[in-house]
């Protein structure tokens, strides 16, 4: 009887050790400069990396993001896509990305090293800004506003020319 209770004690005990042991990230790994940016910036990451994911999601995460994380609102931002930003198949060390556009908000940076099977990661919050100068959407915008005016204002003229004449 004796020997079943030690057998039946040792065998999880066992089992735990033997197990392959589940990848935990750490963070905030403060490695992303500048901190704040505009949609289009270049954004500069200081750490190993396989992979980087921005506004990630749950499902992007290889373990549940709420335990190293704690507020599960801040995982993804409703409404904004998510995006791999970087992917490489050996790791390096730093790497630079065109941030996504994207509206003014923070938003979680997710950045796997490559270690531990691929499954470590680190993560950092960034703050998008909203756009501040004209760009060439702005430019493009503008002309097609110009271009719509323009064509309108020929085709008012054109009819009240033909209802002057059908008078």
């Known amino acids: 009887m004796r020997g079943r209770f030690v057998l039946s004690c040792s065998l999880p005990a066992v089992a735990a050790l033997l197990a392959p042991a589940v990848a935990v990230g750490h963070g905030p790994c403060d490695c992303v400069t500048p901190r704040s940016f505009e949609p289009g910036q270049t954004v500069e990451v200081d750490s190993q990396a396989i992979r980087a994911i921005w506004n990630p999601r749950l499902r992007d995460f ?10 599960r609102d801040w995982h993804h931002v409703a409404g904004e896509d998510t995006h791999t930003v970087f992917q490489n198949k050996t790791p390096v060390d730093g790497f630079s990305f065109e941030a996504p556009r994207a509206a003014a908000g923070r938003y979680l940076l997710l950045i796997y090293d490559g270690t531990e099977g691929g499954g470590h990661y680190t993560w950092d ?24 005016l323009v064509a309108g204002g020929l085709v008012l003229a054109l009819a009240i020319r033909f209802r002057r004449r059908a008078r």
């Not at 549940?64 to 507020?71: A, N």
């Not at 501040?132 to 959407?137: F, R, V």
């Not at 702005?138 to 506003?145: G, Q």
């Open 125 to 148: 919050f960034v703050t998008v800004t909203a756009i501040t100068g004209g760009g060439d959407d702005d430019d493009e915008f503008i002309f097609a506003l110009v271009a719509t």
């Open 62 to 71: 290889t373990l549940e993001p709420g335990l190293q994380l704690r507020v």
